[in-house]
């Protein structure tokens, strides 16, 4: 049973930044892409970024520019480097592996942007 754990969130004023891990129990190339969802109170889940196994990445625009994704193979570990938060990135943040067959979800971990 393929786990992914997410770690690093927390409660960051405005401006400040976090960076988020998701620690896989398989090889991350394993995944045709991994991926950072987050989802707000009372809003959709949706997906932030995704970095694919040839190592392209995708953002979504309200965090392009100011969030990174990147992983580390020797870890089985996907990163979530978030700088100048705001506080409308306030959410549940969540990572998602996709390959063949089903896909894969961490349990979430809270991010907090307020002064």
């Known amino acids: 049973q393929v786990q992914l754990m997410e770690s690093g969130g927390g409660l960051v004023q405005p401006g400040g930044s976090l960076t988020l891990s998701c620690a896989a129990s398989?090889?991350?190339?394993?995944?045709?892409?991994m991926d950072w969802f987050r989802q707000a109170p009372g809003k959709q889940r949706e997906l932030v970024a995704r970095?694919?196994?040839?190592?392209?990445?995708y953002y979504a625009e309200a965090v392009k520019g100011r969030f990174t994704i990147s992983g580390d193979n020797a870890k089985n570990t996907v990163y979530l480097q978030m700088n100048s938060l705001k506080p409308e990135d306030t959410a549940v943040y969540y990572c998602?592996?996709?390959?063949?067959?089903?896909?894969?979800w961490g349990q979430g971990t809270q991010v907090t942007v307020s002064s």
């Open positions: 998602h592996g996709s390959r063949t067959g089903p896909d894969y």
């Open positions: 398989e090889n991350i190339f394993s995944f045709r892409a």
């Open positions: 970095i694919r196994n040839d190592g392209t990445t």
